[in-house]
């Protein structure tokens, strides 16, 4: 395998504040903590170390989780013990954490959702070279109570979309669906997945993962942990009583005196000032009530809280004093929202680093105003490692069609457009003629003025006229030598979309099953290598 990297400022389809913090240009400073590199986490451990976590109800939560992840129908491999050892090692003061997170998505979703955790690995292992006296975790939160179930439902395999119909009348949140629903599902993965060993092999542990679970979280934690727990990733699900009971101060503070809300958009608006989009809507309450079918918002009207459906109806109601008592005594029938739930995260776990895409870390940034209001650190924001994997019929076709990755980065049309230039026999622009056409109507434009100045209208017309024709000519140039080179624009088009899919990165298309089927646990173990976060820019793999 070869490695090389594409600075993320050359990349078109990033955001602007990707970009920007990626770079740690100093516009962003104020809105982040420690700059991201090896030497800060010598801060971030001293300051987290300041904080208390309760490491016992911690590590209680996370065995009986693994507990729960071992029954009649599931058995899991034995390697992943190394992720129970993890947990043991977390009840010391010693043992810190570097986390990322995702949202269930079906068989993992994109190639994205795997970067992460191989970059949080990387990330650990790497922190513990550096810092000898310590212990670093990979965790990786599920975040399950969100209701978004059209993210999460399908993934692109083999140019083919496999899609999880939710049944009729099911809502609430993803997390917390019924996994029978999934077997037509399955049935379709096993299909396109072929016969081959590795497919049957790697088919094996998502389907035993996905029967042996009633609860669909139960079933992407088990899936997760065993594709990585041998890895020593500790997965970790919040939805919890005991884990919600650390969160409760807070969400008593957010019911009674909304502070969030302010917080995080006095921090949007400077950030707009800066030219920065806001991310997550920020409301008066950031709970949602979370029950079996049910994840509804929480409001305040006229001194009474209330929940409201998606559709609007009022579903529940409470004085100040049944709120606070039914907080405290089920937590985990509220679920925080977007905005809160960075700091549900920071509470439970000893974490010094969050881990994940662009588009994460930009909300992150709104969020710190909000951790030093309620005394809690906040962590290094890390950007996960995004990656390109180039196969070598791809690398083969593109050395023979004399292109080079970095062309594929434009527009397809001006990449053809350019292709046709470069190998046509006879040139394809006319910017020289139209010059030519230009320097003529100025001359004649200079004697029509002298002669008749209302003629200046008729001249540019004429000269206007003439210089579409000449494009019109040169499109039907273009079109001819591309009939003639159809299938070497094919080609190019056909590379355009398979690496760079919808002009966008592969990464947020394709699933992680083809590469898998192909090279086995070496696909891991490149990643896991080669994924460090603190080195930043596009990850290009060529086979």
């Not at 042996?212 to 899936?223: E, G, K, R, V």
């Not at 624009?489 to 699933?511: C, M, S, T």
Request: proline residues 4%.
């Amino acid at each position: 395998m070869e490695i090389t990297r594409i600075p993320f400022s050359h990349l078109p389809m990033l955001a602007k504040m990707d970009k920007a913090y990626s770079a740690q240009e100093s516009i962003l400073r104020k809105f982040y903590k420690y700059p991201v590199d090896i030497q800060s986490f010598r801060q971030v451990i001293e300051d987290k170390s300041k904080e208390f976590i309760n490491r016992q109800i911690l590590v209680s939560a996370l065995k009986k989780q693994y507990a729960h992840l071992q029954n009649d129908r599931f058995q899991p491999n034995s390697a992943t013990k190394i992720a129970e050892t993890n947990i043991d090692k977390l009840i010391s003061a010693n043992t810190f954490t570097v986390t990322t997170a995702h949202q269930p998505s079906l068989f993992t979703g994109p190639l994205y959702f795997i970067y992460k955790i191989c970059s949080t690995i990387h990330l650990a292992k790497n922190l513990k070279e550096h810092y000898p006296e310590n212990d670093f975790v990979p965790v990786f939160v599920i975040g399950g109570e969100d209701h978004d179930f059209d993210e999460v439902n399908y993934i692109n395999i083999f140019n083919k979309k496999i899609i999880w119909h939710k049944p009729e009348n099911v809502k609430g949140s993803v997390g917390m669906m019924k996994t029978d629903s999934l077997s037509p599902v399955l049935a379709e993965l096993k299909t396109v997945l072929g016969e081959s060993d590795a497919a049957k092999t790697v088919f094996e542990v998502i389907e035993k993962s996905y029967t042996s679970f009633d609860i669909y979280q139960d079933a992407t934690q088990a899936l997760i942990n065993e594709l990585f727990g041998k890895y020593g990733l500790v997965v970790i699900n919040m939805n919890d009583a005991d884990l919600k009971r650390l969160f409760i101060p807070i969400m008593k503070q957010e019911i009674l005196a909304q502070p969030s809300k302010i917080l995080v958009k006095k921090t949007q608006m400077a950030l707009e000032s800066l030219g920065y989009k806001s991310q997550a809507h920020a409301r008066d309450i950031n709970l949602f009530y979370l029950r079996e079918n049910t994840r509804d918002r929480i409001v305040l009207e006229n001194n009474t809280y209330k929940t409201i459906s998606s559709e609007g109806d009022f579903q529940k109601i409470w004085t100040r004093e049944e709120i606070l008592k039914e907080v405290e005594t089920t937590p985990q029938y509220f679920s925080p929202n977007v905005v809160l739930r960075p700091l549900f995260q920071e509470i439970v776990l000893p974490n010094l680093a969050y881990i994940g895409g662009g588009g994460e870390l930009a909300y992150w940034l709104e969020r710190k105003t909000q951790f030093d209001f309620v005394g809690v650190n906040f962590p290094m924001l890390v950007r996960r490692n995004s990656v390109l994997w180039l196969d070598k019929g791809s690398r083969d076709k593109m050395g023979k069609l004399g292109i080079q990755l970095h062309d594929l980065l434009q527009d397809t049309d001006a990449l053809i457009k350019q292709y046709i230039s470069k190998i046509a026999t006879e040139p394809m622009s006319m910017e020289d003629e139209k010059k030519e056409i230009e320097m003529v109507f100025t001359k004649v434009l200079t004697k029509a003025l002298s002669i008749d100045p209302t003629l200046e209208k008729s001249v540019l017309a004429e000269k206007t006229k003439h210089l579409q024709g000449i494009e019109m000519i040169e499109a039907k140039l273009l079109k001819a030598e591309k009939l003639k080179n159809e299938s070497s624009i094919n080609q190019i088009k056909a590379l355009a979309h398979k690496l760079f899919p919808g002009g966008g990165l592969q990464e947020r298309v394709d699933n992680f099953l083809p590469y898998y089927i192909k090279q086995g646990d070496t696909f891991f173990d490149v990643l896991l290598e080669n994924l460090n976060p603190l080195e930043q820019g596009l990850m290009v793999i060529s086979e």
